[in-house]
């Protein structure tokens, strides 16, 4: 491959932000965005300061909760890299798609409030990074704000996700009483000054820390002799700061600022994009697909329908793999077995999209899917034809039974709920072997629900009712085909379905009921993860 491709894999960098709700996240992706000069004003989140919606949020839905329901996909230049930042959704009833948009991310940037520590939802997408090993980096947010004490902040990561912390800087005082940080490296102060908000990062001073007399007179007597024990602390307690452990998922860099007030934040780019990897070699069923080694590939990680409500539309988003995409090649589909162009390829910046000629490993595009690919799907060049391992479907936890009010629309009803099931957010079943065409949904979280409602209605001009089920657990049968269904033996709270593409499933209520199961029919090998 020539040099020109490497070159330009080599600069790029992808990775996912996530965090709970409200830790600041989607502030943070505008604050990027404002330094590569992508937007120029940053756009006020959830409508607070004026009426305008954050870049990154599109979906009608979205904007009426202040939520982020999608993941968006967002590329900007900064410093000569080329960044692809993939925005997840940090309500916890979302986590589906963040799994999915994880699994075409090198590193993941993880947002915690200095106020409220690990929480929830963090450590469940912690451990989606932790099973595949990805870096980890860590920005401590709303430092502006009372917070917790740095130490415990720490130990808290450590405890909680089970990782090495590094801070790289240390907040001097916090709220009121912020100064700024103080920068390991360097040996210097960097001090805080508000700015205005959505404007770039205001004068900030440097001093180095020798300079006693200078820091008291910025930052106070009180926080510099404090300062001057904690790095004391810091220095003989911390972890070394060890890029491989970094790179390996086992050590994650600690940053502190506020991405509302604009401080902390270019200082945490730079040393990210440093830090960080270019983009990371795949496994494939025929080995270890090298990024810069090997002719285009990419796999299908995410499909929207509907991004645009003028045209009934569906985008079925690539991460790029290796080598260079180029529009007018022909490609293989290899679930599909076909050769094709790949049709309308765009890159998107939340809701504005401009259309690609090239594109490189790392990169994501997003192409017109005519319902040809399914989440998981591998396209490489018409010469090859190997497959990337499958995306993990993570097991439902909430089921309700789907009604239509007027069944004169049953065609709208199943193309609109096959289209959304096939975005990978909600997942639906049949009764199996039953004459009935009843369909039951199952979601990660109920909020999913009211997305399914709210765009069947909209979307679709379908009215739904939906009736909540009493099962909580759900079972792929792995050797189907070793197992006859008909004489399973099950329990009386276990029912049989089948998904879209046939295949059976057990769903149950209680959790016993599961080895009960297994204890019953000899041989049959269950299991909680399902393959796309």
Known sequence: MSGNYTQEINRRRTFAIISHPDAGKTTLTEKFLLYGGAINLAGSVKGKATARHAVSDWMEIEKERGISVTSSVLQFEYDNYCINILDTPGHQDFSEDTYRTLMAADSAVMVIDASKGVEAQT??????????????????????????????????????????????????????????????????????????????????????????????????????????????????????????????????????????????????????????????????????????????????????????????????FMRICSGKFDAAQEVRHVQGNKVLRLSQPQQIMASERKVVDEAY??????????????????????????????????????????????????????????????????????????????IIVGVVGVLQFDVLKFRLENEYNVEIRLEPLPYEHIRWIENKDEINLEKLTGTSDMKKVKDMKGNPLLLFVNSWSVGMTLDRNKGLILTEFGRD
């Open 123 to 316: 450590r469940k997408l912690f451990k989606v990074c932790g099973m595949r090993g990805i870096p980890i980096f860590t920005f401590i947010n709303k430092m502006d704000r009372d917070a917790n004490d740095t130490f415990e902040l720490l130990d808290d990561i450590e405890k909680e996700l089970g990782i090495a912390t590094c801070p790289v800087n240390w907040p001097i005082g916090c709220g009121k009483s912020f100064k700024g940080v103080y920068d390991r490296k360097s040996e210097s102060i960097i001090t805080y000054e508000d700015t205005q908000k959505g404007t770039r990062e205001g004068e900030t001073t440097v001093i180095p820390v020798a300079d006693g007399e200078k820091a008291v007179e910025y930052i106070g007597e009180e926080l510099w002799d404090k300062l001057r024990d904690e790095i004391e602390l810091l220095d003989g307690a911390s972890a070394e700061f060890d890029l491989e452990e970094v790179r390996n998922g086992k050590l994650t860099p600690v940053f502190f600022g506020s991405a509302l007030t604009n401080f902390g934040v270019e200082i945490f780019l730079q040393n990210f994009l440093q830090m960080a990897t270019p983009p990371l070699p795949r496994k494939a069923d025929c080995g270890v697909i090298e990024p810069t080694e090997q002719e285009f590939s990419a796999f299908v990680f995410k499909i929207q329908a509907n991004m645009n409500k003028a045209h009934r539309d569906r985008v079925a």
């Open 361 to 438: 490993a790392g990169d994501i595009i997003g192409v017109f899917d005519p319902g040809i690919f399914s989440i998981g799907d591998t396209v490489c060049m018409p010469k090859e034809n190997f497959a990337y391992e499958g995306i993990p479907t993570f097991a439902p936890e909430h089921f309700a039974r789907v009604r239509q009010v007027d069944t004169m629309k049953r065609k709208q009803f199943v193309k609109g709920i096959t289209q959304i099931a096939q975005e990978g957010a909600i997942q639906i079943f049949q009764e199996f072997n039953t004459g009935l065409e009843e």
